[in-house]
Nanobody, 128 residues
Framework: QLQLVESGGRLVQPGGSLRLSCAAS????????VGWFRQAPGKEREGVSA????????DHADSVKGRFTITRDDAKNAVYLQMNSLKTEDTGVYYC?????????????????????WGQGTQVTVSS
């Protein structure tokens, strides 16, 4: 059974840091592009960060560039999202997803309809 499980979300103060984890089971996550998405209350889900299959290239939404880092550990079949300098607007449910994207089509890397397997999400709340 293909499964993605996110963890690491919690309440954090503005300016703080969090590291989210995405663990895969039932398939080799290393064969896929992996993305992180988030959905704030009352808003549509948006792409945050993505990483290519070999882990040497990444893409980020403008709103998180310089603050978020996405990495992968194929030995652990996992992907991580390090979030620094968190802002209240970073609040939301964070999802990881895997897809068989063509990494060269750069304008599609953060498009959720390009990803096939999704986790259930983990809540991140940034508040004082």
């Amino acid at each position: 059974q293909l499964q993605l499980v996110e963890s690491g979300g919690r309440l954090v103060q503005p300016g703080g840091s969090l590291r989210l984890s995405c663990a895969a089971s039932g398939f080799n996550l290393g064969s896929y592009v992996v993305g992180w998405f988030r959905q704030a209350p009352g808003k549509e889900r948006e792409g945050v960060s993505a990483i290519n299959r070999r882990g040497y290239d990444t893409d980020h939404a403008d709103s998180v560039k310089g603050r978020f880092t996405i990495t992968r550990d194929d030995a652990k079949n996992a992907v991580y999202l390090q979030m620094n300098s968190l802002k209240t607007e970073d609040t939301g449910v964070y999802y990881c997803a895997a897809g068989n994207l063509d990494w060269t089509i750069t304008y599609k890397l953060l498009s959720e309809n390009k990803y096939n397997s999704w986790g259930q999400g983990t809540q991140v709340t940034v508040s004082s």
